[in-house]
């Protein structure tokens, strides 16, 4: 059986935001279901927000740019129900950091985008000490 998914056009309006015309209940089951997103052929993870009485995916400026879509921008997107499980592998120099502190279990409370964003500062960083400052802030942050 395949999961459930929903194609549909809008504009963007917002640079940060795919507008969801319907009731995601109807189609997920609940209303911040969790989704993959495929535009222009680009794919990513996501789930369904409610703000302001907006129902929304959150589209980052990575994913804009790897889909090639701007504001103003017609797009046809497919929302599909994401039944596979969220994890994340920390990088090597993370995860012994990690462990070193005994914060393994704190780690693992963390909602899936938290580690997500914690991996991605780590990887991101183009110096060393600065990869080092946010495996700090990260321990810290699990020290909480």
Do not use: C
Not at 4 to 15: A, G, K
Not at 46 to 69: D, E, Y
Not at 105 to 132: D, F, I, N, P
């Amino acid at each position: 059986m395949t999961d459930p998914s929903r194609t549909f056009s809008v504009t963007l309006t917002d640079e940060g935001a795919i507008v969801v015309p319907f009731d995601p209940r109807t189609v997920f089951g609940k209303a911040r279901a969790p989704v993959i997103v495929t535009l222009n052929g680009h794919r990513y993870r996501s789930t369904i927000a409610i703000m302001s009485g907006v129902t929304f995916v959150p589209l980052r400026r990575s994913h804009r740019a790897a889909a090639g879509v701007a504001q103003g921008d017609t797009i046809t997107v497919t929302l599909t129900l994401d039944t596979a499980p969220r994890t994340v592998t920390p990088p090597a120099d993370l995860a012994v950091a990690i462990h070193a502190a005994g914060l393994d279990a704190a780690w693992a409370r963390l909602s899936y985008t938290s580690q997500r964003e914690a991996a991605e500062a780590v990887e991101g960083a183009k110096k060393s000490e600065t990869r080092e400052r946010r495996i700090v802030a990260t321990i810290e942050k699990l020290r909480g």
